[in-house]
């Protein structure tokens, strides 16, 4: 959800702007913010997707493992549909509702869209630490003998899944320093287009 854009140039031409009254942007102006819609969207339905297929796996889960271990990766599994549901709703809604496409309104919809990204990375850390406590608890299960946990579930948890999701927590903290970044030079942009109006 990384997004390039010239915020000094942008400054620069609203600044340079001879009349009073604010013109609306052309196709050129709006295309950005097309793009980004039609990309939320994508995001939106491969979420509900995701939602569902792990809604049907915690089904099956419950079905044909009736231990500790179903039950457990049943239970994860379906917090995991419901809050790709809830992100969806809350992340995703707002910037493909969106529909002010003035000079001002795109600013804001900037604004708004950063903001929304910041939200989106926090649940994909959240999704990840929920991943390593799922690691955790499977070790857990194994060494208070509550069930008897297969050993390549462990090895595949422990050595390959956990050591991504700790990379990609890592990675996402880098993208929301730059967010953040963006964020303060939209709000100051935004601060100097409501003083030059």
């Not at 994860?76 to 003035?102: C, E, N």
Request: proline share 4%; net charge positive.
């Amino acid at each position: 959800m990384a997004d390039n854009f010239d915020f000094s140039a942008l400054a620069k031409s609203w600044q340079q702007q001879p009349v009073a009254k604010e013109t609306p942007p052309n196709a050129a102006d709006l295309a950005q913010a097309s793009q980004r819609q039609r990309g939320q969207k994508f995001l939106m339905y491969g979420e509900w997707l995701g939602a569902v297929i792990m809604a049907a796996a915690a089904c099956w889960l419950v079905l044909v493992m009736p231990d500790a271990v179903g039950y457990l990766a049943a239970v994860f599994l379906a917090v995991g549909a419901l809050s790709s549901l809830y992100v969806s709703w809350k992340v995703h809604r707002p910037i493909l509702a969106y529909d002010s496409w003035t000079s001002w309104g795109l600013l804001k919809f900037r604004r708004q869209a950063c903001q929304l990204s910041l939200q989106y990375y926090r649940y994909i850390q959240l999704s990840c630490a929920a991943i390593i406590l799922f690691a955790g608890l499977l070790w857990l299960l194994q060494w208070r003998k509550v069930t008897e946990v297969p050993t390549d579930l462990l090895l595949f948890y422990s050595f390959i899944v956990s050591p991504l999701c700790l990379f990609s927590i890592y990675r996402l903290q880098k993208k929301k320093r730059i967010k953040l970044n963006e964020l303060q030079k939209l709000t100051t942009l935004e601060a100097d287009f409501q003083c030059s109006e």
